[in-house]
């Protein structure tokens, strides 16, 4: 290394650097970590996020005929006795992959304490301990490190009121997801081009007033200054910052970039996944998937439905529908499906009295989530509202039990612990947590 | 013999030049020399004992760019670095401290800073957006007049205000009385959801250095703390929550507070009164609230818990670690590195009457704060001991005024508002800057994310400025006449360095310019090097 390093400063000041040279010395190593990397596929996560508190009422666990019930029916699914909202027919078509949780009760009708608890587990103390987001604690333990992608990858996040929930909390900024779409999340009218050009990495290209030559002197010459700072100062910081270089460049001259570039599909599977943010999001998942990335997530927002709850909703579900469906069929079509779990949920459900605006406020103690594909026993509804859909009657799942069944899906130890920012052991899920085994295949 | 001599003393002010009047027989002492002289003395009496090697001193170099981001959040500029090295002043390091002191970039580098400890939530929740600008602007003004901490602590803690608590899922803080800071200060009660719970935990960790919340649901696994005890502190904040229903006249005369210092503990039927953890109470009287009660117990002079902490935090500002690390987690399992010196030191700012300069003055005149952060020993590799200085990460806004600085970037007015880290501006670089480095992390734990990298090397903002048309500093380093590679090369190592290059990589990149770079052009073989040393991890931390 030592050497290595002195040649190049000696070409450098003799005025003998070859471009080629340079290029192949931090190409050649970094394609060869890129080799080093390539084991075989591992499980993933792909967790559709539901921004504002979806309707489960409307969509999971219709009470139809009840004056709570709203004007939506219940439709049969492909698994016998399974029923669904009418506006997700081509869902209902992999009612075998499904196991529907319908005894959600939660602790937080508020958006960001809401967002927090459902996406780490625990409620937010004040700047208190920094808890991870599922997806960073996924990333830790199914994610390869040395991967050309990163390990944790969020689509169109409207991280809107609890920044923190998306986060990699105390597992530092490894695990932290690396963003795409979020500047078109709140836009409903994005063109199909925007939509294209948010997917793609924020400053992966490099300028085009840069040519090959001189981008590759100048990583060079940065190494160089990396090293030489590093030397006096050993320890994490400047490690880090080697490492994302390391990582970002891998990035940039892989094949890691074309993931992002959705075009090269076909236009037919694009429509079928629905010409809008979140459809073209879950196409994208299914592409890093398809590179072993283990944690992928996708947001659909808009379900904060105060007001005209019906007409948004089923507006939504269409959306939802068509995605989602594709989502599972291209899995399959690929082999994939078993080794990709899918988690469908929101920060909580919606009041099961309509209000007088049509419309259903928040609702955290009785709704629904959704568990899907690899490590899931489907074709299942498990817990029970009661008539009028304001209580659990069966078997009550909070948070942590949710959650933990979604390791036990992945093959993780819930039970792990992560050394957190206070110095405390943190475990992956806390207790009590009581898994749902029935539905882990 | 003794009033003769006070006689002479004081004929000798009139007559006798001031600086003999210092040398009276009690000297009054520049507490922040005192502050300063202690820290000199336990850290040296603690190396010699452990056989630590300290670093090197600092050069000039070294700490003007750290005591620019230390007290003002950037670095500094090209002319401030030179005009710093070429001063011949003896005590030019201290005289610099007090320069930047009086700069409005110090009280605006401090209430960010405070605003990010104290209130991190109104950074990353939109809702309370605009209550952390407000309190962040309070906290501007307190840093500009240098109050003292024990009064900013006391204005928060009893500014007057009712609560409405009648939606349970949002409780709001109404500010009462004329003095238009309540509006501002409510803000922090507000951003604590105006729950009990949650303001006594704050508090404790905050202003005590005591972290309570793990006892809020189970006794505390290390340190001493009960659940109990979390919630008697949660007390004095208990007019957050609704008062119970008027209790029957029968039951006898009301306590002087009423039911304002009792809470129920949550998921509990008990009930308990407000009390310290130190095990005292206030002597509860009708005319004053159970927040007045807490806040003369936090901030009396006596109390040694608020000066160690104030001490202990601005520590952790200026090396990384606090003396008790982490900053508000005291117990068995964590003692401090120095507990004496952190004891002296809470003594010293309770006799400087809680000034924050003095402080800052101090620390900054001390040999550890002026130790170079290039390791020599193995011994200095422990950071608890300060044998070094530790690498800290820049704040995202330190990073942007930093590039401001060494770029000579323009930025409107307009833009430079923008401070909130969630609600990217398009077109702003500064609100691209504030987003993508956003981070919660411990300075001196910092990492660099993928995006990070990517956004450093090819983003529009590091385009631009490295770019020989666009780049205000470098196009002026690129065209100035007469000057030869070498002083170019020069001038872009002290406008993003602060210092100036080796012998090694002054020969090195004048060879690479010389021969015109990759593509034999010289004017963008100067924009490789500026692109190169922006990307460096030692223009990137502070070290």
Redesign the interface.
């Given at each position: 290394m030592f050497d290595s390093l002195m040649s190049r400063?000696h070409l450098?000041?003799a005025?003998a650097?070859s471009?080629t040279m340079s290029m192949s010395g931090i190409l050649g190593k970094l394609a060869m970590a890129a080799e080093a990397s390539k084991k075989k596929p591992k499980r993933s996560c792909i967790l559709l996020w539901m921004n504002g508190g979806p309707s489960t009422i409307d969509m999971w666990d219709l009470k139809p005929g009840h004056e709570n019930g709203g004007p939506y029916k219940e439709v049969n699914t492909t698994a016998p006795g399974l029923k669904i909202s009418e506006h997700l027919p081509k869902i209902a078509m992999h009612g075998e992959q499904l196991a529907i949780l319908r005894g959600m009760t939660t602790k937080e009708?508020?958006h960001?304490r809401g967002t927090y608890l459902m996406r780490t587990g625990q409620l937010?103390?004040?700047?208190?301990i920094?808890y991870p987001s599922i997806g960073a604690l996924v990333s830790k333990e199914l994610g390869d490190p040395k991967a050309e992608l990163?390990n944790f990858l969020s689509i169109a996040p409207q991280?809107?009121?609890?920044?923190?929930a998306f986060?990699p909390g105390f597992l530092?900024?490894?695990h932290?997801p690396?963003?795409v779409g979020e500047?078109q999340a709140f836009n409903n009218n994005a063109q199909a081009n925007m939509i294209d050009d948010a997917l793609k990495?924020?400053?992966?290209?490099?300028?085009k007033?840069?040519?090959d030559?001189?981008a590759?002197?100048?990583l060079d010459?940065?190494r160089e200054?990396?090293e030489d700072?590093?030397s006096?100062?050993?320890?994490?910081?400047?490690k880090?910052?080697?490492?994302?270089?390391d990582?970002?460049?891998r990035?940039?001259q892989s094949d890691g970039s074309k993931i992002f570039d959705l075009s090269t599909e076909k236009d037919s599977l694009r429509d079928k996944y629905g010409r809008n943010l979140f459809g073209q999001g879950c196409l994208l998942a299914r592409r890093l998937v398809e590179k072993n990335v283990p944690f992928v997530e996708v947001s659909l927002g808009n379900w904060d439905t105060h007001g005209q709850n019906f007409d948004q909703v089923k507006n939504l579900s269409t959306t939802l529908d068509a995605a989602w469906s594709s989502l599972m069929d291209d899995l399959k079509d690929r082999g994939l499906l078993e080794t990709t779990t899918i988690v469908w949920m929101g920060e909580f459900g919606r009041t099961p009295k309509i209000n007088q605006g049509k419309g259903r406020d928040?609702y955290p103690n009785a709704w629904s989530t959704v568990l899907a594909g690899g490590g899931i026993k489907g074709g299942q509804a498990i817990g029970k509202t009661s008539a009028d859909g304001t209580t659990v009657e069966e078997r009550p799942t909070t948070t942590l039990d949710m959650l933990a069944t979604l390791c036990m899906a992945l093959g993780i130890d819930y039970e792990k612990t992560n050394p957190s920012?206070?110095?405390?052991p943190i475990r992956i899920v806390d207790k009590p947590c009581n898994p749902i085994t029935e539905v882990v295949a | 013999m003794l009033a003769s001599l006070r006689l002479a003393a004081a004929l000798a002010v009139v007559t006798i030049p001031a600086t003999v009047f210092a040398a009276d027989a009690t000297p009054k002492v520049d507490p922040a020399d005192a502050i300063a002289a202690i820290i000199d003395k336990h850290l040296s009496a603690d190396w010699a004992a452990r056989g630590v090697k300290p670093a090197a001193q600092t050069d000039d170099a070294e700490f003007v760019r750290r005591v620019y981001l230390d007290l003002i959040g950037r670095v500094p500029k090209a002319p401030e670095t030179r005009d710093f090295i070429d001063d011949t002043n003896p005590r030019k390091r201290a005289a610099l401290v007090e320069k930047l002191l009086t700069l409005p970039g110090h009280a605006g580098h401090f209430a960010a800073v405070t605003r990010a400890a104290w209130l991190p939530q109104t950074t990353t929740n939109f809702q309370l957006a605009n209550a952390g600008f407000q309190f962040e602007n309070w906290l501007r003004m307190r840093y500009r007049d240098n109050t003292p901490a024990d009064e900013v602590v006391r204005r928060i803690l009893t500014v007057p205000f009712t609560v409405n608590a009648q939606n349970a899922m949002n409780r709001f803080v109404q500010p009462m009385g004329n003095d238009p800071d309540n509006n501002t200060l409510v803000g922090f009660y507000q951003a604590n959801e105006a729950r009990a719970e949650n303001l006594g935990s704050s508090v404790s960790r905050l202003f005590v250095g005591v972290r309570l919340e793990c006892a809020q649901c189970h006794d505390h696994p290390f340190a001493r703390y009960t659940r109990e005890q979390f919630w008697e502190f949660a007390a004095f904040f208990a007019e957050m929550s609704p008062l119970p229903a008027n209790r029957p006249s029968f039951v006898g005369p009301l306590e002087p507070q009423a039911d304002k210092n009792r809470i129920t503990i949550t998921n509990t039927e008990k009930r308990v009164v407000a009390r310290f953890f130190d095990g005292s109470s206030p002597e509860w009287s009708a005319d004053r609230s159970p927040r007045q009660e807490l806040a003369a117990w936090l901030t009396n002079p006596a109390n040694p818990y608020f000066a160690q902490n104030a001490v202990n935090r601005m520590w952790a500002h200026f090396f990384g670690f606090g003396i008790q690390d982490p900053v508000d987690e005291p117990g068995d399992n964590n003692p401090p590195s120095h507990p004496q010196l952190l004891e002296d030191l809470g003594k010293a700012f309770v006799d400087a009457k809680f000034d924050n300069r003095a402080l800052m003055r101090g620390i900054t005149r001390s040999q550890a704060y002026q130790l170079s952060s290039k390791m020599t020993h193995p011994s200095q590799s422990d950071p608890k001991r300060f044998a070094k200085m530790s690498l800290k990460g820049l704040t995202p806004a330190q990073l942007f005024d930093s590039m401001v600085a060494a770029t000579g970037h323009r930025e409107p007015g307009f833009m430079r508002q923008n401070q909130f880290n969630f609600n990217q501006q398009p077109n702003n670089p500064r609100s691209a800057f504030l987003n993508r480095f956003a981070s919660n992390e411990k300075a001196t734990e910092a990492n660099t994310t993928i995006l990070q990298a990517l956004m450093l090397m090819n983003g529009q903002f590091i385009t631009d400025v490295t770019s020989i048309e666009k780049g205000e500093v470098l196009g002026a380093i690129v065209d100035v006449p007469g000057w030869d590679t070498k002083q170019r090369i020069t001038a872009l190592f002290v406008t993003t360095f602060a210092r100036n290059p080796s012998p090694e990589e002054l020969e090195k990149f004048t060879s690479y310019v010389d021969r015109g770079g990759a593509t034999n052009d010289k004017k963008k073989a100067l924009a490789d090097v500026f692109w190169v040393l922006l990307n460096s991890p030692e223009f990137l931390f502070n070290h």
């Amino acid at each position: 290394m030592f050497d290595s390093l002195m040649s190049r400063r000696h070409l450098l000041r003799a005025g003998a650097v070859s471009t080629t040279m340079s290029m192949s010395g931090i190409l050649g190593k970094l394609a060869m970590a890129a080799e080093a990397s390539k084991k075989k596929p591992k499980r993933s996560c792909i967790l559709l996020w539901m921004n504002g508190g979806p309707s489960t009422i409307d969509m999971w666990d219709l009470k139809p005929g009840h004056e709570n019930g709203g004007p939506y029916k219940e439709v049969n699914t492909t698994a016998p006795g399974l029923k669904i909202s009418e506006h997700l027919p081509k869902i209902a078509m992999h009612g075998e992959q499904l196991a529907i949780l319908r005894g959600m009760t939660t602790k937080e009708g508020d958006h960001a304490r809401g967002t927090y608890l459902m996406r780490t587990g625990q409620l937010p103390g004040a700047a208190g301990i920094q808890y991870p987001s599922i997806g960073a604690l996924v990333s830790k333990e199914l994610g390869d490190p040395k991967a050309e992608l990163p390990n944790f990858l969020s689509i169109a996040p409207q991280r809107f009121f609890a920044q923190e929930a998306f986060g990699p909390g105390f597992l530092g900024p490894v695990h932290a997801p690396l963003i795409v779409g979020e500047n078109q999340a709140f836009n409903n009218n994005a063109q199909a081009n925007m939509i294209d050009d948010a997917l793609k990495v924020a400053d992966l290209a490099k300028p085009k007033s840069i040519d090959d030559a001189s981008a590759a002197v100048r990583l060079d010459l940065l190494r160089e200054m990396q090293e030489d700072f590093a030397s006096g100062r050993p320890g994490q910081m400047a490690k880090s910052h080697a490492a994302a270089y390391d990582r970002a460049i891998r990035l940039m001259q892989s094949d890691g970039s074309k993931i992002f570039d959705l075009s090269t599909e076909k236009d037919s599977l694009r429509d079928k996944y629905g010409r809008n943010l979140f459809g073209q999001g879950c196409l994208l998942a299914r592409r890093l998937v398809e590179k072993n990335v283990p944690f992928v997530e996708v947001s659909l927002g808009n379900w904060d439905t105060h007001g005209q709850n019906f007409d948004q909703v089923k507006n939504l579900s269409t959306t939802l529908d068509a995605a989602w469906s594709s989502l599972m069929d291209d899995l399959k079509d690929r082999g994939l499906l078993e080794t990709t779990t899918i988690v469908w949920m929101g920060e909580f459900g919606r009041t099961p009295k309509i209000n007088q605006g049509k419309g259903r406020d928040h609702y955290p103690n009785a709704w629904s989530t959704v568990l899907a594909g690899g490590g899931i026993k489907g074709g299942q509804a498990i817990g029970k509202t009661s008539a009028d859909g304001t209580t659990v009657e069966e078997r009550p799942t909070t948070t942590l039990d949710m959650l933990a069944t979604l390791c036990m899906a992945l093959g993780i130890d819930y039970e792990k612990t992560n050394p957190s920012n206070v110095g405390r052991p943190i475990r992956i899920v806390d207790k009590p947590c009581n898994p749902i085994t029935e539905v882990v295949a | 013999m003794l009033a003769s001599l006070r006689l002479a003393a004081a004929l000798a002010v009139v007559t006798i030049p001031a600086t003999v009047f210092a040398a009276d027989a009690t000297p009054k002492v520049d507490p922040a020399d005192a502050i300063a002289a202690i820290i000199d003395k336990h850290l040296s009496a603690d190396w010699a004992a452990r056989g630590v090697k300290p670093a090197a001193q600092t050069d000039d170099a070294e700490f003007v760019r750290r005591v620019y981001l230390d007290l003002i959040g950037r670095v500094p500029k090209a002319p401030e670095t030179r005009d710093f090295i070429d001063d011949t002043n003896p005590r030019k390091r201290a005289a610099l401290v007090e320069k930047l002191l009086t700069l409005p970039g110090h009280a605006g580098h401090f209430a960010a800073v405070t605003r990010a400890a104290w209130l991190p939530q109104t950074t990353t929740n939109f809702q309370l957006a605009n209550a952390g600008f407000q309190f962040e602007n309070w906290l501007r003004m307190r840093y500009r007049d240098n109050t003292p901490a024990d009064e900013v602590v006391r204005r928060i803690l009893t500014v007057p205000f009712t609560v409405n608590a009648q939606n349970a899922m949002n409780r709001f803080v109404q500010p009462m009385g004329n003095d238009p800071d309540n509006n501002t200060l409510v803000g922090f009660y507000q951003a604590n959801e105006a729950r009990a719970e949650n303001l006594g935990s704050s508090v404790s960790r905050l202003f005590v250095g005591v972290r309570l919340e793990c006892a809020q649901c189970h006794d505390h696994p290390f340190a001493r703390y009960t659940r109990e005890q979390f919630w008697e502190f949660a007390a004095f904040f208990a007019e957050m929550s609704p008062l119970p229903a008027n209790r029957p006249s029968f039951v006898g005369p009301l306590e002087p507070q009423a039911d304002k210092n009792r809470i129920t503990i949550t998921n509990t039927e008990k009930r308990v009164v407000a009390r310290f953890f130190d095990g005292s109470s206030p002597e509860w009287s009708a005319d004053r609230s159970p927040r007045q009660e807490l806040a003369a117990w936090l901030t009396n002079p006596a109390n040694p818990y608020f000066a160690q902490n104030a001490v202990n935090r601005m520590w952790a500002h200026f090396f990384g670690f606090g003396i008790q690390d982490p900053v508000d987690e005291p117990g068995d399992n964590n003692p401090p590195s120095h507990p004496q010196l952190l004891e002296d030191l809470g003594k010293a700012f309770v006799d400087a009457k809680f000034d924050n300069r003095a402080l800052m003055r101090g620390i900054t005149r001390s040999q550890a704060y002026q130790l170079s952060s290039k390791m020599t020993h193995p011994s200095q590799s422990d950071p608890k001991r300060f044998a070094k200085m530790s690498l800290k990460g820049l704040t995202p806004a330190q990073l942007f005024d930093s590039m401001v600085a060494a770029t000579g970037h323009r930025e409107p007015g307009f833009m430079r508002q923008n401070q909130f880290n969630f609600n990217q501006q398009p077109n702003n670089p500064r609100s691209a800057f504030l987003n993508r480095f956003a981070s919660n992390e411990k300075a001196t734990e910092a990492n660099t994310t993928i995006l990070q990298a990517l956004m450093l090397m090819n983003g529009q903002f590091i385009t631009d400025v490295t770019s020989i048309e666009k780049g205000e500093v470098l196009g002026a380093i690129v065209d100035v006449p007469g000057w030869d590679t070498k002083q170019r090369i020069t001038a872009l190592f002290v406008t993003t360095f602060a210092r100036n290059p080796s012998p090694e990589e002054l020969e090195k990149f004048t060879s690479y310019v010389d021969r015109g770079g990759a593509t034999n052009d010289k004017k963008k073989a100067l924009a490789d090097v500026f692109w190169v040393l922006l990307n460096s991890p030692e223009f990137l931390f502070n070290h």
